[in-house]
């Protein structure tokens, strides 16, 4: 099995941001590899990627889907690929600058040393430490994961958080067909379920940025998903409980 961590970088429209964050996390005097999952961008960020793989053999990776898919699901599909190749430590990480990859050691303590199975960079676990952001989405982020705490039951101040690693045995232990999410809620679900199954979970201080360069992907689909999937997560929970006691 691999020694080194995997960071899935998910993008769509990211050719100002995805050179700069890659050379920034293999930088880090750490071993991480890199794999970006491009979902068709039509502004050649795939391209720009492919630049790199030749300039960081065996170091950056590259997947293009036909079409814009989403981000739930371009993860599912880089957490296969991580699975396949074993590597023991499997991180999630925006392209758009927001994520700090210096706080990439920081989770991999957790997960290597505290021997947690799942490393969450927290915007919210010690206040609210988000910079450049509208006071309006502070307080809709803020108050979803206090709705995600009340209806689930996790502990985790921060669970819509896109910055998260995982190891090799927390991933290989989900069905990752059957992830039924693909924005905010896909990062809910993952927590959930893992939470679920008596893996540790821990979550560590970040400072979260605005992204300076490109668009937001958010849309109001994104977060009605969010808040009706936290339901529905907590429903299927429920049921398969009283199925199991029955």
Do not use: C
């Not at 950056?60 to 991580?82: H, M, N, P, T």
């Not at 600058?97 to 997960?111: A, G, M, R, V």
């Amino acid at each position: 099995m691999k020694d080194n961590s995997l960071i899935i970088i998910p993008t769509y429209n990211e050719h100002e941001n995805i050179e700069v964050i890659i050379n920034k996390i293999l930088q880090l005097n750490d071993s991480n590899d890199v794999l970006v999952v491009d979902d068709n961008s039509p502004d050649g960020t795939a391209n720009v990627v492919s630049i790199l793989k030749k300039k960081f053999v065996d170091k950056v990776f590259l997947i293009v889907r036909d079409q814009k898919l989403g981000l739930g699901s371009a993860y599912i599909e880089g957490f296969k690929w991580a699975l396949k190749k074993k590597y023991q430590y499997i991180f999630e990480m925006d392209a758009d600058l927001s994520h700090d990859p210096n706080e990439i050691k920081n989770l991999k303590k957790l997960l290597i040393d505290q021997k947690y199975d799942v490393a969450i960079g927290s915007r919210y676990l010690e206040g609210i430490s988000v910079v450049n952001w509208p006071l309006s989405r502070i307080f809709l982020s803020y108050f979803a994961n206090l709705y995600v705490r009340v209806i689930t039951g996790m502990k985790i101040k921060d669970s819509t958080s896109g910055f998260v690693g995982y190891t090799f045995k927390a991933l290989l232990s989900l069905d990752l067909n059957n992830i039924k999410f693909n924005g905010y809620a896909f990062q809910i679900e993952m927590k959930f379920k893992l939470w679920k199954k008596n893996f540790k979970l821990k979550e560590h201080q970040i400072i979260f940025g605005n992204r300076i360069s490109g668009k937001s992907k958010i849309d109001k689909n994104i977060i009605l998903e969010a808040i009706i999937g936290v339901i529905k997560l907590k429903l299927d929970s429920v049921l398969k409980k009283w199925i199991n006691f029955s």
